[in-house]
Every structure is written in structure tokens, then in C-alpha cells.
């Protein structure tokens, strides 16, 4: 039973635009959710993250919109740059539920 | 530098052949993890440990075993048993397994059948 889901396996953005990656959960007891950031053949590196006390985290061009009603969680990236182009994992719960990832190309 | 290393980065088992991959880390992080990625996948939680000595199963530990002597290592070995050992396996650490805790990951391992 999948407790994280990331939807769409990919996206594509044109640079400049905004990047908006999704995140569904099923489990209400998570109380704490995270991204992170992975190019081929290396470890995830953390993005961002956010408490279920807040609807909203930035941090610089990275925002992560929660919406606790809906289980559902957002990564705004805005302006998209190149170097963004990597496979982005949502995480929650106390050893790390990982969603499948969205692989996020942007488009020069 | 403080992070964690995973060796060997590529690995290659035979049949029937247990492989050990090393983790090490000098965080002096209390938790370590390991995980595996598959394609088109996410990543699904091998093994955890908490404290030195003490380790638990995660979502897939059929065919692996690992050990926490020292707080800075904890290989993982994948034995025999585990029929589809093909995948990116990565090692992470936090300083405890407190849900806020974000995890620091090695750069992973390799390990493709022969």
C-alpha cells in the first residue's frame, strides 16, 4: 500500500516558468513532509520541508504549499533553471516514506 | 568534511554469493538507514537502526541482514536469498528517528548480478 504518491513520473518546464510537483499522502498521523533532490547515480539530497502546523515553506526559489484536508502536497519552483533538472521524492513519517518521484527536465 | 560514504560504487554478484556494501559515517549521527531504489521507483526502506547494537527490519529485509557494532558503520549484506538483488542501494544517516529529523544520504551503491 502506497502511504506516499507522486502521480506523474515526469515533467517538463520551460526555464523561467514555474515547476509544480505534487505529492499525495494517505496516512494522517504524518505530521512532518520533506523534498528531496536526486541526480542519476548519487544520493537525495534534502530541499525542503514542512510541519502539519503550517500550510506554507519557502525558501528562496522553493516553495511547499500542504494541504492537510486533501493529503496533498506541492514543490513550487519559481524561476525553473536548468541545473533543477533532476528526480524530485517526497518523504513523510518517522523513518522516511518515499513517493515514487517525478523527474523534472527543463526545457533551455 | 563530515558525510557518509558508501563503497564499493559498483558491485557485482554471482549466484549464490552473499556481498557486503559499506557504509561509514562521521556525523556522529545515532540512526542509519538503508534503502533501495529500483527503477521507475521510489525508495523502499531496507533496514534502520536506531542505536549501536540495535537494528530493526523495514518494508523489504527478506534477503538481507546487516549489523551496528560501531555508531559510524553499518553494512548491509545481501545474501543469496534475495532472488532480485539488482538495484541502487543508498545509505543514509540522522541524528535520531524522530520524524523532523531530515536524513543525509551516501552517494550509493551499484550491484548488478553477473
Known amino acids: 500500500d502506497q502511504q506516499v504518491k507522486q502521480n506523474s513520473p515526469s515533467l517538463s518546464v520551460q526555464e523561467g516558468r514555474i515547476s509544480i510537483l505534487n505529492c499525495d499522502y494517505t496516512?494522517?498521523?504524518?505530521?512532518?513532509f520533506l523534498w528531496y533532490k536526486k541526480y542519476p547515480a548519487e544520493g537525495p539530497t534534502f530541499l525542503i520541508s514542512?510541519?502539519?502546523?503550517?500550510d506554507k515553506n519557502e525558501d528562496g526559489r522553493f516553495t511547499v504549499f500542504l494541504n492537510k484536508s486533501a493529503k496533498h502536497l506541492s514543490l513550487h519552483i519559481v524561476p525553473s533553471q536548468p541545473g533543477d533538472s533532476a528526480v524530485y521524492f517526497c518523504?513523510?513519517?518517522?523513518?522516511?516514506?518515499f513517493g515514487t518521484g517525478t523527474r523534472l527536465t527543463i526545457i533551455p | 568534511d563530515g558525510g557518509i560514504t558508501q563503497s564499493p560504487k559498483y558491485l557485482f554478484r554471482k549466484e549464490g554469493q552473499n556481498v557486503t556494501l559499506s557504509c561509514e559515517q562521521n556525523?556522529?549521527?545515532?540512526?542509519m538507514y538503508w534503502y533501495r531504489q529500483d527503477p521507475g521507483q521510489g525508495l523502499r526502506l531496507i533496514y534502520y537502526s536506531q542505536i549501536v547494537n540495535d537494528f530493526q527490519k523495514g518494508d523489504i529485509a527478506e534477503g538481507y541482514s546487516v549489523s551496528r557494532e560501531k555508531k559510524e558503520s553499518f553494512p548491509l549484506t545481501v545474501t543469496s536469498a534475495q532472488k532480485n538483488p539488482t538495484a541502487f542501494y543508498l545509505c543514509?544517516?540522522?541524528?535520531?528517528?524522530?520524524?523532523?529529523?531530515?536524513?543525509?544520504f551516501g552517494s550509493g551503491t551499484q550491484l548488478s548480478v553477473l
Open positions: 514542512i510541519s502539519s502546523i503550517k
Open positions: 556525523l556522529n549521527h545515532d540512526a
Open positions: 543514509a544517516s540522522s541524528i535520531d528517528l524522530r520524524e523532523n529529523e531530515k536524513l543525509f
Open positions: 518523504a513523510a513519517g518517522e523513518k522516511l516514506t
Open positions: 496516512n494522517s498521523m504524518f505530521d512532518y
